[in-house]
């Protein structure tokens, strides 16, 4: 039997050719349709409420990230569809569902319909595009430690001093690096100080510097530099001390080179060089104030 499928409306972003016949056929409902749709609030929140087979838990993060970038109207139509069976359970798309209660948001999205059970089996096997990868498309320069020490710039910002707070989402990472463009400078500098010294891993260089060269770029960069080679610096300097505790971090294994441990020393080091205060020995206590550049 030949079903005619309506014209598409190239004027209709939400057009489905398979509305009118699958609600004028009734035996055509098992297969699997694509719609596209506003989902809001309520539509999400009956999903989620009505739909209940054995699920792995949410993953607070997830929601909490895709709902800042619904409230934040960076929501994208992207092709990624909310899958159900043909019992109406949810496959694929609760963490997208719950975002979107907790962000009172609408946002479009593709809808695949009367899938067999099965199906989930198969669901998220494949590889998600990570930050980095985005910005390799969009042509950066060493775009995975970019993004890498965007995600912490960002945690900065939030103020997430630790450091070990929620990741923000490709889109913050993007409208992050589109506010403060000097961080591609900041990777360059931790890069070639990373080369020469390779004890603090070069994403929280690259914080340290962005960090330090708000109060005096080219005095960020010498310290990155005096850091990287370590010659010509008399006992009581700071860098000397900061370098001595790094290696002595990193040899005895303790625990101590958290990205936390590791920033908080680079700014103390950093303080009593601008300071002009000796410094002979580095230290800082898990759970302690995170310092602040000066």
């Known amino acids: 039997m030949t079903v005619d499928v309506p014209e598409p409306d190239p004027f209709d972003p939400f057009f489905d050719p398979f509305a009118d016949t699958a609600a004028g056929d009734p035996a055509s409902s098992p297969a699997p349709r694509v719609r596209t ?10 999903w989620l409420a009505a739909h209940n087979a054995v699920q792995r838990p949410l993953r607070e993060k997830v929601v909490a990230a895709y709902a800042r970038d619904m409230a934040a109207g960076h929501w994208r139509l992207n092709g990624d569809t ?3 069976c043909v019992h109406g359970d949810v496959l694929d798309g609760r963490h997208r569902l719950a975002a979107v209660a907790r962000a009172q948001a ?3 999205v593709m809808l695949v319909e009367n899938l067999p059970d099965s199906a989930q089996e198969s669901v998220d096997c494949g590889s998600r595009r990570s930050a980095g990868d985005v910005l390799a498309l969009h042509g950066e320069q060493r775009p995975h430690l970019l993004a890498a020490a965007l995600r912490l710039l960002w945690r900065w910002e939030v103020g997430d001093l630790r450091l070990t707070g929620h990741a923000p989402t490709t889109a913050e990472v993007l409208q992050l690096l589109a506010a403060r463009p000097t961080m591609r400078d900041s990777i360059e500098a931790a890069h070639q100080t990373h080369a020469a010294f390779p004890y603090p891993q070069a994403s929280v260089l690259a914080l340290a510097h962005h960090l330090f060269a708000f109060r005096d770029a080219d005095a960020a960069t010498v310290f ?5 080679s370590g010659t010509g610096l008399p006992d ?13 971090a990193a040899s005895t ?3 101590s080179q958290s990205r936390t441990w590791k920033l908080a020393v680079l700014i103390r080091a950093w303080n009593a060089g601008r300071a002009g205060q000796p410094l002979h020995r580095l230290s800082y206590l898990a759970g302690s104030q995170m310092p602040l550049p000066r």
């Open 106 to 108: 609408s946002v479009p």
């Open 236 to 248: 009581g300097h700071p860098v000397l001390a900061l370098r001595r505790a790094l290696v002595r």
């Open 224 to 228: 990155l530099e005096q850091l990287a």
């Open 37 to 46: 749709l506003i989902v809001g609030p309520r539509q999400a929140t009956n």
């Open 253 to 255: 294994g303790n625990g």
């Open 82 to 84: 909310i899958k159900l």
